[in-house]
């Protein structure tokens, strides 16, 4: 059974850093993506930036490209969304999401992940 679980997240002021990591298991030797989303309130849940355990490619939205970097440990099973020059803007609960294994994944399509975190949240003040 696909299990993921988050950490990090936190408050800091704009400009500041923070990492989020999400344990993943369940997947044993199979490949699949991992994708971070967020949701501010008020807003719909938008992705962020998704990661393909088979190859290390990624994707980004534009609104983070040059300040976040996603980035997996296949070893120990996990991700990594390190965000850096945040704003205040970036503020909203994130979510840590995965495919199915050996399923394709769009990094802007919720629906395409099945398997969710509890979701951490992340504050940043002006």
């Known amino acids: 059974q696909v299990r993921l679980v988050e950490s990090g997240g936190g408050s800091v002021q704009a400009g500041g850093s923070l990492r989020l990591s999400c344990a993943t298991s369940?997947?044993?030797?199979?490949?699949?993506?991992v994708a971070w989303f967020r949701q501010a309130p008020g807003k719909e849940r938008e992705g962020v930036a998704s990661?393909?355990?088979?190859?290390?490619?990624?994707d980004y939205a534009d609104s983070v490209k040059g300040r976040f970097t996603i980035s997996q440990d296949n070893a120990n099973n996990h991700v990594y969304l390190q965000m850096n020059n945040l704003k205040p803007e970036d503020t909203a609960m994130y979510y840590c999401?995965?495919?199915?294994?050996?399923?394709?994944?769009?990094?802007?399509?919720?629906?395409?992940?099945?398997?969710w975190g509890q979701g951490t949240q992340v504050t940043v003040s002006s």
């Open positions: 999401a995965a495919s199915s294994p050996y399923s394709h994944a769009r990094w802007y399509k919720a629906s395409d992940f099945p398997y």
């Open positions: 990661i393909y355990s088979g190859t290390g490619s990624t």
């Open positions: 369940g997947y044993g030797y199979s490949t699949y993506w």
